[in-house]
C-alpha cells in the first residue's frame, strides 16, 4: 500500500467516526425517549462533512469517483445540518424540538450511510 492509499484510509476512518458520534447521539435521544438535537450531533456532522469532502477529492485511489452519488450525500449533509439548527432554536423557543425535525435527522444520516455503502 502506498503512503496516500494508507492516508485516504485514515480519513475514511475519521469520516465513520464522525458517522458513529452524529448517529450514535441520536440513538441515545431515541433511547432516553429525550428527543432533543445535542451538541455531539453537531461535532459528528461536522467531522463526517469535512473527512467527506477531503475524500470527495481523487487522491490515493486508482478508480473513479462517482460525483452523482457524492453530490447527493452532500445535499443531504447540508439538510441535516439545517435541521440540527432550526431543531436547536425550536429548542429553545418551545422547549421541544418537533418530531419531524428530530427523526429527520437520524433517518437521513441512516440514508447517507445506506447511499455511501449500497450506490456504487
Ligand atoms: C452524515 C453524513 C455522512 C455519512 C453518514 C457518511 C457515511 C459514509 C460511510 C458509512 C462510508 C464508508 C462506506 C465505504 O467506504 O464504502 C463513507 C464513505 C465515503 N464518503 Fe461519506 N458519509 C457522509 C457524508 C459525506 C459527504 C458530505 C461526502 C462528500 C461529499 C462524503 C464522501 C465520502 C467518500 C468519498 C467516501 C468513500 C471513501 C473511500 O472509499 O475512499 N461523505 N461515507
Known amino acids: 500500500m502506498t ?26 435521544e431515541v433511547a432516553n425517549r429525550r428527543h432533543r438535537v445535542t451538541p455531539l450531533m453537531n461535532i459528528g456532522l461536522g ?4 473527512a467527506g469532502l477531503i475524500l470527495a477529492a481523487p ?10 452519488k457524492l453530490g447527493v450525500k452532500f445535499v443531504i449533509v ?12 425550536r429548542e429553545r423557543k418551545t422547549g421541544s424540538v418537533p418530531p419531524g ?9 441512516l440514508v447517507n450511510a445506506g447511499i455511501a455503502v449500497i450506490w456504487r
Open 3 to 28: 503512503c496516500m492509499e494508507i492516508l485516504r484510509h485514515v480519513v475514511v476512518l475519521i469520516h465513520l467516526v464522525g458517522f458513529a458520534i452524529l448517529f450514535g447521539a441520536w440513538v441515545v
Open 47 to 50: 467531522i463526517a462533512a469535512v
Open 59 to 68: 487522491w490515493g485511489i486508482s478508480y473513479d469517483l462517482n460525483y452523482v
Open 78 to 89: 447540508i439538510v441535516i445540518g439545517a435541521l440540527l439548527g432550526i431543531g436547536v432554536g
Open 101 to 109: 425535525i428530530f427523526w429527520s435527522v437520524g433517518i437521513l444520516t
